[in-house]
């Protein structure tokens, strides 16, 4: 099974900065079936990007996502009050069986 | 609007059991693949089950296979989570959540909670 761990755990930062938040795979994953998530507290989570680097519907584009193999990455350029939340990491294994697996979770707190 | 809506949640004795519901508008639900992820208190996202658009394919996660059971009524634009021999560790928020592109999860519901406690 692959474990997705993220990084850092807490990331403490001001509106209008940047956010770089990071997820390794413990093996290398297609990019095709990797995406990010944002938790506001209380509420469901948000597909934000998808296939690693595609920005999901209605998602602005100070959000983007890189990487590929056993690192990815998720930027938000100009932090907005509405980013502080927490964000996870998932992947899709489609091998004899499915597996969805999610990291962790890295909080965004100002 | 695209929505899904889960309800049945509510606090059980360990051993116990309880049917979850998920309620889907706005989409041709019965073309989707759909998915169970719940969430611990204070803890993060732990996927359930999936089950295809016919209902006929379904996979679980180890910590409820043999628990659990996934089914849909694609009539009613409706799937279901029957639980049962509930333990404490299965307390949680969870969430309905349609399988989108490569195996994301592009739509989630408001959630449920189960509370599994004596």
């Known amino acids: 099974e692959i474990v997705l761990t993220q990084s850092p755990g807490t990331l403490s930062l001001s509106p209008g900065e940047r956010a770089t938040l990071s997820c390794r795979a413990s093996q290398s994953v297609s990019s095709e079936y990797f995406a990010w998530y944002r938790q506001k507290a209380g509420q469901a989570p948000r597909l934000l990007i998808y296939a690693a680097s595609n920005r999901a519907t209605g998602i602005p584009d100070r959000f983007s996502g890189s990487g590929s193999g056993t690192d990815f990455t998720l930027t938000i350029s100009r932090l907005e009050p509405e980013d502080f939340a927490v964000y996870y990491c998932?992947?899709?294994?489609?091998?004899?069986?499915?597996?969805?697996?999610f990291g962790q979770g890295t909080r965004l707190e100002i | 609007e695209v929505q899904l809506s889960e309800s049945g949640g509510g606090l059980v004795r360990p051993g116990g059991s309880l049917r979850l519901s998920c309620e889907a508008s706005g989409f041709t639900f019965g073309i989707f693949t759909m998915s169970w992820v719940r969430q611990a208190p204070g803890k993060g996202l732990e996927w359930v089950s999936v089950?295809?658009?016919?209902?006929?394919?379904?996979y679980y996660a180890d910590s409820v296979k043999g628990r659990f059971t996934i089914s849909r009524d694609n009539s009613r634009n409706a799937m279901f989570l029957q639980m049962n021999s509930l333990r404490t560790d299965d307390t949680a928020v969870y969430f309905c959540?349609?399988?989108?592109?490569?195996?994301?999860?592009?739509?989630w519901g408001q959630g449920t909670t189960l509370t599994v406690s004596s």
């Open positions: 089950l295809d658009n016919s209902g006929e394919v379904t």
């Open positions: 959540a349609r399988i989108g592109i490569s195996g994301i999860f592009d739509i």
């Open positions: 998932q992947q899709y294994g489609n091998g004899n069986s499915p597996r969805y697996s």
